[in-house]
């Protein structure tokens, strides 16, 4: 079974990175597309716009994050079929801006498909 990472684009890319996807829905600041080392920009699978200004990046407000995001992510069939797919055959790196390493639509979105990959082995 091949990894999956999370990891913020401003960090240096890695040779351990595998296939690096961003999961953020606008482009991060101070980033040059031909630096940024990306092989896909899945901006399908971020937050919606309303999500994101709503949590702001709150701590208190995680676990409802977590719960609203979910549902949305529940409506994006194709795009996670796509990241899916990569993760069959690759290791991958999601990559996103936010500053709060522990707290951020990527370390959501990969317990999402942790959680999908558990109850598909039931």
């Known amino acids: 079974m091949y990894k999956i990472k ?12 595998g296939i690096r996807v961003l999961v953020d829905r606008l482009w991060p600041r101070g980033i ?7 092989d896909h920009w899945l901006k399908e ?3 919606s716009t309303e999500l994101r200004k709503w949590y702001g990046h709150d701590v208190d407000k995680w676990a409802e994050f977590k719960r609203r995001y979910f549902k949305e992510l529940e409506k994006q069939a194709e795009p996670l079929t796509r990241l899916r797919e990569l993760a069959a055959h690759n290791d991958v790196t ?19 498909l942790e959680n999908w990959r558990i109850n598909e082995d039931i």
Do not use: C, F, M, Q
């Not at 999370?6 to 990175?17: F, L, N, Q, S, V």
């Not at 040059?32 to 990306?38: G, N, S, T």
């Not at 936010?98 to 999402?112: G, K, Q, T």
């Open 6 to 17: 999370t990891k913020r684009i401003y960090a240096d890319p890695a040779d351990d990175d």
């Open 32 to 38: 040059r597309k031909e630096d940024a080392r990306i």
């Open 45 to 47: 699978l971020s937050p």
């Open 94 to 112: 999601l990559l996103y801006g936010a500053r709060a390493e522990h707290y951020n639509n990527a370390v959501a979105l990969l317990e999402y």
